[in-house]
């Protein structure tokens, strides 16, 4: 009964690879004109244009995008992992995990616009600085509330051992801790670079339209009717993520059990 | 004194980018929706509260953002409940197991996009049901994007929130031993409808539950998908506010500001629901 149907699964994977397959469709169609089903022509040169950095400069919106991402993932991880560290063992542990909560679920284009004119204040707004700022105000709550979880009895009590038979704090941090939160931290920053990797709203308020990241660039293809470019967009936001869903199914999931 | 310098590190990083944001952004909205800051600064009053008010977009733009995510929220949790206990194994192992994350990896512009071609009235379903023979012309095919019963808001919400609560059920699913439990209640002799209704159902609801609010708070929120596939009027909060500070008139802006406001302080309801009764995290 758990298993379900063939038929089911299969409307399953249709419904999941549909959008895929439709937008990858896009990015090398020419003319695809109303009644066409498929398009008139197939092209590669969307791709090309792409490839060889003449289209419309996306391929720095894709390296600024890249470089947001790991940068946000990376450092919102590491000052995540210290920070859960102190508020697992606080005694207003859901008081602070409240209040890191709070700016992770507010919408960041009305978070954005409500911090706007401290940006402005600060020299932050319309430019890479700020809106990696920006991006660190969600990203950093998240690693936190995520990494909580790893400070549990069995890690703490290896800590209190480790420290009872003379280990230092840089030998337990490298040792124990380090190796035993290892599928934690790739897990947390595959999900801090998707947060910093998906952000439209945040972005589009702080970086003024300045920052051209990849979801600004669709944004700005969908309003000039470019659905071509708009579809290879969409196509280069949706590979990343793949591959490391794929990768966290395939390896991190599979260590951790 | 060493356990002061442990301390002052995570205590200034969550001041940093936690709570200082927070006091300063939400301070700064409800000082200028007071009047109190601003361009148009005349001292204390509650002018463009009432004006926020009176105008009717407010009440509407709520109301149709609770009824957007109300939606939402039950359609994904009946699609995720029913996916999680029917195909658990499959979902578990094999090839749907990576297909079921497809959808986690579009971003919501994307997502947005791809329904913009998908559902429009030249899009990619009415060539298909124009090949049908169905419908004979583009404007034959009825407007499923920015329509007045939502259907292309719904169907992108439900396309990129469904593996979520998938993953949600199948996780509790495991973590609480349902079919061990589901085991014992069969043996004690409650049939297959009666577990279901008095196990399972209730079990997977309240170990879900506030993941199920903060989902709701995340759609209430949600900016892009409304924004491309939304109609003009009612708006979604977030897409009423950003129009209100956008706006050349500049009376506008402390009314964007008054509905900030008041999305904060239903949000920090919502997660104080969410989270206080249960003493537990939500799966994040």
């Known amino acids: 009964m758990s298993n379900g149907r063939p038929v089911t699964a299969f409307f399953v994977v249709v419904w999941c690879t549909v959008p895929a397959v439709v937008l990858l469709m896009l990015s090398f169609s020419a003319g695809w004109r109303f009644p066409l ?24 919106s894709c390296l600024v995008s890249l470089f947001i991402a790991a940068f946000v993932g990376g450092l919102a991880t590491i000052l995540g992992f210290g920070c859960s560290r102190w508020i697992a063992s606080h005694r207003r542990k859901n008081l602070l995990l409240f209040i890191a909560y709070f700016p992770f679920v507010l919408s960041p284009v009305i978070f ?27 990203a950093f709550p998240y690693s936190t509330i995520f990494l909580v979880s790893f400070w549990n009895n069995t890690i703490r009590n290896y800590v209190a051992v480790a420290s009872t038979l003379g280990s230092g704090p840089a030998y337990i941090n490298r040792h124990i801790l380090l190796p035993a939160a290892k599928s934690f931290l790739l897990t947390c920053f595959f999900q801090c670079f998707m947060i910093s990797w998906f952000e439209y709203g945040l972005t589009s308020v702080i970086g003024y339209g300045k920052v051209q990241t990849l979801t600004i660039k669709v944004f700005q293809f969908i309003g000039e009717a470019n659905i071509y470019y708009a579809a290879l967009s969409s196509c280069l936001l949706i590979l990343p993520p793949v591959l490391l869903l794929w990768f966290n199914k395939k390896f991190v999931l599979q260590a951790a059990r | 004194m060493k ?133 004979h012309t583009a404007a034959a095919f009825p407007g499923l994007v920015n329509d007045r019963h939502d259907i292309g808001i719904i169907m992108a919400q439900f396309f990129s929130t469904l593996p979520v609560f998938v993953l949600l059920f199948l996780s509790v699913i495991e973590n609480e031993n349902l079919r061990g439990l589901t085991q014992i209640a069969q043996t004690l002799g409650a049939g297959s409808r009666q577990t279901w209704w008095r196990l399972t159902l209730p079990l997977l609801m309240k170990k879900s539950a506030p993941t199920l609010v903060l989902y709701f708070i995340f759609k209430l929120g949600s900016y892009e998908v409304p924004l491309l596939l939304g109609r003009s009027s009612p708006e979604t909060i977030s897409v009423l506010t950003v129009r209100k500070m956008q706006r050349f ?18 949000v920090m309801l919502l997660l104080i629901v969410s989270l206080k009764p249960s003493k537990q995290e939500a799966y994040v």
């Open chain 1, 37 to 60: 089903v498929l398009p008139a022509s197939f092209t590669a040169g969307h791709w090309e244009d792409f490839f060889t950095g003449n289209s419309s400069d996306l391929q720095a």
């Open chain 1, 112 to 138: 954005a616009v409500c911090l706007k004119y401290f940006f402005l204040r600060a020299g932050l707004a319309g430019n890479l600085a700020g809106v990696i700022f920006a991006q660190l105000i969600i």
């Open chain 2, 3 to 135: 356990k002061w310098t442990d301390d002052i590190v995570p205590r200034l990083l969550l001041l940093c980018f936690a709570v200082l944001p927070l006091v300063l952004g939400l301070g700064y909205a409800l000082l200028y929706s007071f009047g109190i800051v601003g361009t148009l600064s005349t001292g204390v009053t509650t002018l463009y509260w009432a004006a926020a008010f009176r105008s009717g977009g407010l009440i509407s733009s709520f109301v149709y953002s609770i009824y957007l995510s109300i939606v939402s929220i039950c359609l994904c949790s009946f699609g995720g409940l029913w996916l999680a206990c029917h195909m658990r194994d499959r979902l578990r192992q094999g090839i749907l197991s990576y297909f079921i994350y497809l959808p986690m990896a579009f971003p919501a512009v994307v997502t947005a996009f791809f329904f913009l071609q998908f559902l429009s009235n030249a899009g990619f379903l009415s060539r298909v049901l124009y090949l049908l023979g169905w419908v």
């Open chain 2, 249 to 266: 008139n500049l009376l506008d802006i402390p009314q964007g500001y008054a509905i900030a406001v008041l999305y904060a302080m239903v």
